[in-house]
C-alpha cells in the first residue's frame, strides 16, 4: 500500500461545476499537508496548504479529517484553467515530503 | 527571479553513460531535494540535504546515483552508467527546515536514455 493515495481520475467537468478530490495517507503522525498543481510536463506548483481547521483560498477549499487519515480539495466554479493534475503531500515531522501520484481534472467548455 | 533553478532542462544521452545535473536552491532556504518523476506517477524522493549534510537517501536509489551540495549552496546529481529505465523527470525543490514549509520546484531536467 502507497503511503499516500490518491483517485487518479481523470474528472472530466464542464465549466462551473463543483469537484472534489480526496486523498489518503497512512502515517499518522503525519505534520502537514498539501495540495500541489501539475501541468503537463511542468513542474508541479504549491496550491495551498491544508490546515487542521481547514482553509479557503478563492475558489478552493482544503479540509483534514486527522481521525480517518484524509485530506480533500473541493473546486467551486470550475475554469477552463483548472485542467491540471493536482498532487496531494504529505509531510512528517522531520524528513521528505511524499506524494500521491495525482487526480487528472479536464474542465470542458 | 530568484527562484529554484535547474540545468539542463533536457539531456539525451545513450545508456552506459555518466550525467550531471546540477540545482541552484533559492538562496535563504536551507534544505534541498531530489525526485524523480516519470509519466503518471507522483515525483518519486530520491535524497536531501539539509545545508551541506546528505540526511536521507532512498532505500530505491542505486548505487549508481550520488548527489552532493558541497558548500550548502548548489547540488548536482550524477547518474553513472545510465540504463534506459532511468529516463524520467528530475526535480530539484528547496525548502525552509521543519515539516511546515513547503517545497518550492524548479522546472526539472528531462533525461531520455537511448
Known amino acids: 500500500r502507497k503511503e499516500v493515495e490518491q483517485d487518479p481520475g481523470p474528472f472530466n467537468v464542464p465549466e462551473g461545476a463543483t469537484v472534489a478530490f480526496n486523498c489518503t495517507y497512512s502515517?499518522?503522525?503525519?505534520?502537514?499537508f498539501f495540495w500541489y498543481r501539475q501541468d503537463c510536463r511542468k513542474e508541479p506548483k504549491l496550491l495551498m496548504s491544508?490546515?487542521?481547521s481547514g482553509n479557503e483560498d478563492g475558489r478552493f477549499t482544503a479540509q483534514l479529517n486527522r481521525a480517518s487519515q484524509y485530506i480533500s480539495l473541493l473546486i467551486r466554479d470550475s475554469k477552463l484553467s483548472d485542467s491540471a493534475t493536482y498532487l496531494c503531500?504529505?509531510?512528517?515531522?522531520?524528513?521528505?515530503?511524499?506524494f500521491g501520484d495525482g487526480t487528472t481534472l479536464t474542465v470542458k467548455p | 527571479d530568484t527562484g529554484v533553478s535547474q540545468d539542463p532542462r533536457h539531456k539525451i544521452t545513450k545508456r552506459g553513460q555518466n550525467v550531471t545535473f546540477r540545482c541552484d536552491p533559492i538562496?535563504?532556504?536551507?534544505?534541498l531535494y531530489w525526485y524523480r518523476q516519470t509519466l503518471g506517477q507522483g515525483p518519486e524522493f530520491l535524497t536531501y540535504?539539509?545545508?551541506?549534510?546528505?540526511?536521507?537517501k532512498s532505500r530505491l536509489l542505486s548505487d549508481r546515483f550520488s548527489a552532493e551540495r558541497p558548500k550548502g549552496s548548489f547540488s548536482t546529481l550524477e547518474i553513472q552508467r545510465t540504463e534506459q529505465g532511468d529516463s524520467a523527470m528530475y526535480l530539484c525543490?528547496?525548502?525552509?527546515?521543519?515539516?511546515?514549509?513547503?517545497?518550492?520546484f524548479g522546472n526539472g531536467t528531462r533525461l531520455t536514455v537511448t
Open positions: 525543490a528547496s525548502s525552509f527546515d521543519g515539516p511546515f514549509s513547503p517545497l518550492h
Open positions: 502515517n499518522s503522525a503525519s505534520q502537514s
Open positions: 491544508v490546515y487542521s
Open positions: 503531500v504529505v509531510n512528517p515531522f522531520a524528513g521528505k515530503s511524499t
Open positions: 538562496s535563504e532556504h536551507n534544505r
Open positions: 540535504f539539509q545545508n551541506e549534510a546528505q540526511l536521507e
